[in-house]
């Protein structure tokens, strides 16, 4: 069983930046492609970013492009997301997954998906 724990999400001004945390733990992490994925209220659960199990290769949602960057340090089984220029409709709960990939540079972009998810962190950005 990976069990997994956001961190860093607050309250944050427009414009500004918050950096999301993953900690991961139960197997081993590099093995696993990380998604990261957001709810606003009302609305379903979007993608956001993946990153592959090496970290090479990154996708994201039109929406965070050029805004937002995933990153990984598979030495301390750390998943980071990077949110520069928030704007409020960026304010959701943010939420990493987990998917075991055989291929390490694969990256997949739904939430059925992923195997494994962490509980949720809140960001909310105020004008």
Known sequence: ?????ESGGGLVQ????????????GRTFSSYTMGW?????????EFVAT????????????????????????????GYL???????????VYYCALRFSVAIGATFHTADEYNFWGQGTQVTVSS
């Open 1 to 5: 069983q990976v069990h997994l724990v």
């Open 14 to 25: 427009a414009g500004g930046s918050l950096r999301l945390s993953c900690a991961a733990s």
């Open 51 to 78: 990153i592959s199990g090496s970290g090479a290769n990154t996708y994201y949602a039109d929406s965070v492009k050029g805004r937002f960057t995933a990153s990984r340090d598979n030495a301390k089984e750390m």
């Open 37 to 45: 994925f957001r709810q606003a209220p009302g609305k379903a659960r």
């Open 82 to 92: 990077q949110m520069n220029s928030l704007r409020l409709e960026d304010t959701a």
